[in-house]
Structures are given as C-alpha cells and as structure tokens.
T-cell receptor, first 111, second 114 residues
C-alpha cells in the first residue's frame, strides 16, 4: 500500500535553533498536510498544501509541496520550548478520503 | 464548544470480549474517521465515512467494524478483540472530504487487550 517515509524520527535541539523535517513517498499525493501532536492529545493541523511547488507559512512554520508531488518538508524557525511534540506529515490519496500518515518526528527543545 | 469526544478514554479488556468505542462530534461534519497510533508507525486509518450510511475501509480495517447511522456519531466496534489491537485510537472529523482536510481529532482512547 501507500507509504510515507518521514525523517528524522527524532530531534534534540537547543531553543532558538531552526528545525527541518521531511516526508517522501513512492506515490503521488494531491494534498500534503502537516500535523502536530502534543503529549496526551490528538493531532492538530498546522499547514495544508494543495499545489505542487506551493510554499506556505504559518507563523514560524514553513512547508513546501514538492514539485514531483512525492515529497514535502516542514521548517520551524527559532524554536521555542512549546514546539515540543510529534510532527506528522500526511498525504491524501488520489481518490480522496484516505489519509496516509508518516511515522512522525519527535521534537525535543532544550531551553 | 466545538469538539470531538470519545469514550471511554481508557479500556483494559480480554481477548474475545466485544467492545465499542464511541465517537461523537458536534460540528455537523460530514466526514469522520478512525485511526490507530502505534510507536514507530504513526497514525494508520482504520475506516472512514464520507456521510451517513457511507463507510469505507482505510489501511488497516481487519478486525474492526464501524457504522454511521447518524451524522454526529461514528462508533468503532471490535467484535472479538485480540492483543494486536492494543493501541491508541483516535476519532477525527472534518467538514467534508474535499480540500481543507482540517480534521479535528478527539482526545484518544487507549485500549489494552490482554
């Protein structure tokens, strides 16, 4: 079936550093999404990308939809302690309805 | 308050004992979905529903059933639970399955099958 490979699996960074994580797929997706999950809670949508090549920002977060439609990255600038959590990429399959998630990137930020 | 609620939040049961995890949303959303989250595997979609009486399999539907008799409710049924269904389960809903995909997730149900 369709799979998303997300990397890195975990990151330990100092407050103030920039962070980058990415997702690749063997299949084409028409929509890419980035979610964040805080400890003990469900994921919350951060950014949605609908067009190949699209670059979208949400505050300190920037995400891009790869030209091939098989990859996406998420950057976080000037990290702060509340950025701690698990970040998931997700792709929407071509038939719509099915959402495929990456394995997640666990981010730890040292104050 | 707009929300997705799940019950129970925690459940320990034994192999073969039928159980139902309820999910309800108060946002009049058409699309609802169930996921399971396991370490190293991210979230995997079990079943989804585009509208009342319309359900479809996700990536890991084996061992699960769902129903969508009303718009607000989307229960997940495990007819004969097995230990490999021990997991953290999330219900989610969104306005529709079109562009936007802002899926609102419930707080999760941690299930342990002994």
């Amino acid at each position: 079936g369709q799979q998303l490979n997300q990397s890195p699996q975990s990151m330990f960074i100092q407050e103030g550093e920039d962070v980058s994580m990415n997702c690749t797929s063997s299949s084409i997706f028409n929509t890419w999404l980035w979610y964040k999950q805080d400890p003990g809670e469900g994921p919350v949508l951060l950014i949605a990308l609908y067009k190949a090549g699209e670059l979208t920002s949400n505050g300190r977060l920037t995400a891009q939809f790869g030209i091939t439609r098989k990859d996406s990255f998420l950057n976080i600038s000037a990290s702060i302690p509340s950025d701690v959590g698990i970040y998931f990429c997700a792709g929407v399959d071509n038939q719509g309805g099915k959402l495929i998630f990456g394995q997640g990137t666990e981010l730890s930020v040292k104050p | 308050e707009a929300q997705v609620t799940q019950n129970p939040r925690y459940l320990i049961t034994v192999t073969g004992k039928k159980l139902t995890v309820t999910c309800s949303q108060n946002m009049n959303h058409e699309y609802m979905s169930w996921y399971r989250q396991d370490p190293g595997l991210g979230l995997r979609q079990i079943y989804y529903s585009m509208n009342v009486e319309v359900t479809d399999k996700g990536d890991v539907p084996e061992g699960y059933k769902v129903s969508r008799k009303e718009k607000r409710n989307f229960p997940l049924i495990l007819e004969s639970p097995s230990p490999n269904q021990t997991s953290l389960y999330f219900c989610a809903s969104s306005l529709d399955s079109g562009q936007g995909y802002e899926q609102f997730f419930g707080p999760g149900t941690r299930l342990t099958v002994l």
